[in-house]
């Protein structure tokens, strides 16, 4: 079983302060998701990294994956209280799509 | 809309009932995922189809969890004799051909609980 685990589990920071979340595992993988998923909704994709040492930029959010493509960060730069919400990488078991998700990363930003 | 549906949204149960949650996914999406998201965990992968393929059923828990997917479009997954650990929030997700780099979409959930 290749299984993710993230850190930290619950994040409460000021608007305007940078955060960084991480995704570690044993295993490689071909590629890591991030997902954000808020109360009462399903999780929403964010980005999807494919290569070892791959950097991308979402506004404010960088994804890097690990040159090992074993692990995987979120940094968040001047969070905002719309950051608020469950933070999930996900990996995928086979050819199929079908996913390993982490445990999540509560953020909460207070204004 | 065009996103992906499930219904009920939540649902309350006693022991030992059965009960059947159902998943609309986007229309024209061959691959529909079943995940299981306990409180405060992550995402458990459930049960996989993929057009008229047979399903990957690897990830149910128990024989008292089948799913089935009509038509290749709609899918309900249903959990005989009920017990309070399978209390959870229930996940449906689409994807257009089941490739792992596509985009899997997700719908709001079914909140089960069981008393």
């Known amino acids: 079983t290749q299984l993710l685990e993230q850190s930290p589990q619950f994040l409460s920071i000021q608007e305007g302060e940078n955060l960084t979340v991480y995704c570690n595992s044993s295993?490689?993988?071909?590629?890591l998701q991030w997902y954000r998923q808020e109360p009462g909704e399903g999780p929403v994709l964010l980005v999807t990294?494919?290569?070892?040492?791959e950097v991308k930029k979402l506004k404010r959010l960088t994804f890097q994956f690990g040159d090992a493509r074993k692990d995987s960060s979120l940094h968040i730069t001047a969070a905002q209280p719309g950051d608020t919400g469950l933070y999930l990488c996900?990996?995928?078991?086979?050819?199929?799509?079908?996913?390993?998700f982490g445990a999540g990363t509560q953020v909460v930003v207070t204004p | 809309g065009a996103g992906v549906s499930q219904s009920p949204s939540n649902k309350v149960t006693e022991k030992g009932k059965d009960v059947e949650l159902r998943c609309d996914p986007i229309?024209?999406?061959?691959?529909l995922y079943w995940y299981r998201q306990s409180l405060g965990q992550g995402l458990e992968f459930l049960i996989y189809?993929?057009?008229?393929?047979?399903?990957?059923k690897s990830g149910l828990p128990s024989d008292r969890f089948s799913a089935e997917r009509t038509g290749g479009s709609v899918s309900t997954l249903t959990i005989q004799r009920t017990q309070q650990e399978d209390s959870a929030v229930y996940l449906c997700?689409?994807?257009?051909?089941?490739?792992?780099?596509?985009?899997?979409?997700f719908g709001p959930g079914t909140r089960l609980l069981v008393l």
């Open positions: 295993s490689v993988f071909s590629s």
């Open positions: 189809f993929q057009g008229n393929s047979a399903p990957d």
């Open positions: 997700a689409s994807s257009a051909r089941g490739h792992e780099k596509e985009t899997q979409y």
């Open positions: 229309s024209g999406h061959t691959a």
């Open positions: 996900a990996g995928p078991t086979d050819s199929w799509g079908k996913l390993q």
């Open positions: 990294v494919v290569t070892g040492g």
